[in-house]
C-alpha cells in the first residue's frame, strides 16, 4: 500500500491488514503521489500490534547508507522489531529526473549499492565505521539506538538481472524475485514467466551455495484476484477470465483462481522453487483474504 485518503484512513488500513491476518505491509519509494514511506510506516506500526512494516524497496541512490541506516534503526526501534529494510539499485527514471540525479547505466548503479549494503548492515550491527570507497566516506559513522532486532532487521534485495542475484545471494535474508529492468527503467515483460523464474532461482543457487536454504523468495504480485468466494458475478466472471488469459503463459507474478487453485499453486511452488512470500497490491487486500486465511500455518 502507499496512498490513503486521509490519516484516518491509513491506520484504518494497517489495522486491516493486520486484522485479516497479512504478515507485513510494505511500501514503494516513489516521488509521485504516494506518501512517504519512512513516515507512513512508522504511523503503521503504532497503530498496529503484530503486523510487520517494510520498504518495497528503498532507492538506494536516494539516501546516504548513514543516513538509510540511521532511519532503519530508528524505525525498528518504535516498531518494537518489526521492520524489514527492503533495499535496491533504484529504477524509476521520472524520479531520478525529479530529483536532478543522473541516471546512470545500471552498472554504476549496481555499483554504489554493492558498496552501500555492507556498510548498513555493519551501521546497523551497531559498529562505528571509517571508510572510503570509491561512492561514499564515513568518519566514524554510527546509529543509535541500536534497532532491536539483532544483529539488524532483516535484509530484503530485490533482484532481476543476473548481477543483482548474486548480490542478493550474497548480502540478503530476503530476495524479491522480480523481471529484469532495461537501460530505461522498463521492465522486461519476457522475464515474468515461470521458466525465466527459475532460471533466476537458479543463478541464485549457485551463488548462494550452502546459504541458499537460509534465503527467503519474495515475488511481488501485480493483480490478484478471487473466482468465486463470496465476489460478485461481475468480479467472478473476471478473474476468471484474467486466469484462463494468464494461465497460458504461466507466471508467479498475477494470482488469478478459485481459492483451492491457488491455495494448491502456492503450495506446489513453494515445494518446487521455495518460493514462499508474496507481496499483494493493496487493492486486493479483502479479496485475497481467504487465501490468507487458507494458507496460514501450512
Do not use: C
Not at 516498531?79 to 536532478?100: H, I, P
Not at 546509529?143 to 530485490?158: D, E
Request: aromatic residues 6%; hydrophobic residues 45%.
Amino acid at each position: 500500500m502507499s496512498r490513503a485518503a486521509s490519516a484516518e484512513a491509513w491506520v484504518a488500513a494497517a489495522r486491516r491488514a493486520e486484522e485479516l491476518g497479512y504478515d507485513i505491509l510494505l511500501m514503494p519509494d516513489h516521488l509521485g503521489g504516494q506518501l512517504s514511506p519512512i513516515a507512513a510506516l512508522t504511523a503503521a506500526a503504532a497503530a498496529t500490534t503484530r503486523l510487520r512494516v517494510g520498504s518495497y524497496v528503498f532507492a538506494n541512490d536516494y539516501r546516504h547508507p548513514l543516513v538509510l541506516a540511521r532511519e532503519a534503526a530508528t524505525l525498528d526501534w518504535l516498531s518494537g522489531g518489526r521492520f524489514e529494510l527492503g533495499l535496491g539499485a533504484g529504477w524509476n527514471a521520472t524520479d531520478y529526473r525529479k530529483l536532478g540525479l543522473h541516471y546512470d547505466p545500471p552498472p554504476r548503479r549496481i555499483d554504489r549499492l554493492s558498496e552501500a549494503v555492507p556498510l548498513v548492515k555493519r551501521l546497523l550491527a551497531g559498529e562505528v565505521v571509517d571508510y572510503e570507497g570509491p561512492h561514499y566516506r564515513l568518519n566514524g559513522g554510527h546509529v543509535g539506538p541500536l534497532p532491536v532486532q539483532r544483529p539488524r532487521p532483516p535484509l530484503l534485495i530485490g533482484g532481476g538481472g543476473p548481477r543483482m542475484l548474486r548480490l542478493a545471494a550474497r548480502e540478503a535474508d530476503i530476495v524479491a524475485l522480480q523481471p529484469q529492468f532495461d537501460p530505461r527503467g522498463r521492465p522486461m515483460l519476457g522475464q515474468a514467466t515461470e521458466g525465466a523464474t527459475e532460471r533466476k532461482i537458479a543463478i541464485l543457487r549457485e551463488a548462494s551455495g550452502p546459504r541458499f536454504e537460509e534465503l527467503e523468495l519474495n515475488v511481488i504480485v501485480g493483480d490478484a484476484a478471487l473466482v468465486g468466494s463470496g465476489r460478485s458475478a461481475r468480479e467472478s466472471l473476471l478473474a476468471a477470465t484474467k486466469s484462463a488469459a494468464t494461465g497460458l503463459v504461466g507466471t508467479p507474478y498475477v494470482l488469478y483462481g478459485t481459492l483451492g487453485q491457488l491455495r494448491d499453486r502456492l503450495l506446489r511452488r513453494r515445494d518446487r522453487l521455495g518460493i514462499s512470500y508474496y507481496a499483494i497490491p493493496g487493492h486486493a487486500m479483502e479479496a485475497m483474504a481467504p487465501l490468507v486465511a487458507a494458507l496460514a500455518g501450512r
